[in-house]
T-cell receptor, first 116, second 111 residues
Framework: DVKVTQSSRYLVKRTGEKVFLECVQD?????MFWYRQDPGLGLRLIYF???????EKGDIPEGYSVSREKKERFSLILESASTNQTSMYLC???????????????FGPGTRLTVT | KNQVEQSPQSLIILEGKNCTLQ??????????LRWYKQDTGRGPVSLTI?????NTKSNGRYTATLDADTKQSSLHITASQLSDSASYIC??????????FGAGTRLTVKP
């Protein structure tokens, strides 16, 4: 059973703080993803990584950075949190390699971040 | 404009009734389309995947259809249960790691 865990379910931070969101998967997946989910907008891809130390920008990378030092862990960093980054953040993982086009993404439970 | 449009935005039905959720997309090239179910406070979980050549696929009481010519998909839920209350998200994959998500339909099943 694939498990994707996120370090916090709820987080409240102040404007300007540095915020770390951690994601860990236990299925040796190559690909990992960070999304934010806002009402009426659907999931939007922030960054993804297809290998250790590799990262690719998604649709909305501004204000975020990521780190993937180990295969199982993918961190999302808000260098200086702002109120418009208040959102639900979802991490996902999926296998890579041949056949990746039809592989399912497995999602974590999400972190609801509030920036005040 | 979202390239994957879902309707309705929200839906309330009585337990035991059927319902159909719609997904229209404009993205291309098309690789596959997934329906996800997202319970409140949880991440999305895949229900079905459909590729270009598939018209219908069932998963228990969930049946998804795909018309790749008109770029439309639907998710039909039969004999709804309270546990079906969730958001249902349509996702179209274009390339290996390039996906477009719909905003979801929020379904509430009432006793």
């Amino acid at each position: 059973d694939v498990k994707v865990t996120q370090s916090s379910r709820y987080l409240v931070k102040r404007t300007g703080e540095k915020v770390f969101l951690e994601c860990v998967q236990d299925m040796d997946h190559e690909n990992m993803f960070w999304y934010r989910q806002d009402p009426g907008l659907g999931l939007r891809l922030i960054y993804f990584s297809y290998d250790v130390k590799m990262k690719e920008k998604g649709d909305i990378p501004e204000g975020y950075s990521v780190s993937r030092e180990k295969k199982e862990r993918f961190s999302l960093i808000l260098e200086s949190a702002s109120t418009n980054q208040t959102s639900m953040y979802l991490c996902a993982s999926s296998p890579g390699g041949a056949g990746v086009i039809n592989y399912e993404q497995y999602f974590g439970p999400g972190t609801r971040l509030t920036v005040t | 404009k979202n390239q994957v449009e879902q309707s309705p935005q929200s839906l309330i039905i009585l337990e035991g009734k059927n319902c159909t959720l719609q997904c229209n997309y404009t993205v291309s090239p098309f690789s596959n389309l997934r329906w996800y179910k997202q319970d409140t406070g949880r991440g999305p979980v895949s229900l079905t995947i459909m590729t270009f050549s598939e018209n219908t696929k069932s998963n228990g009481r969930y049946t998804a259809t795909l018309d790749a010519d008109t770029k439309q998909s639907s998710l039909h839920i039969t004999a709804s249960q309270l546990s079906d209350s969730a958001s249902y998200i349509c996702v179209v994959k274009i390339r290996n790691n390039d996906m477009r998500f719909g905003a979801g339909t929020r379904l509430t099943v009432k006793p």
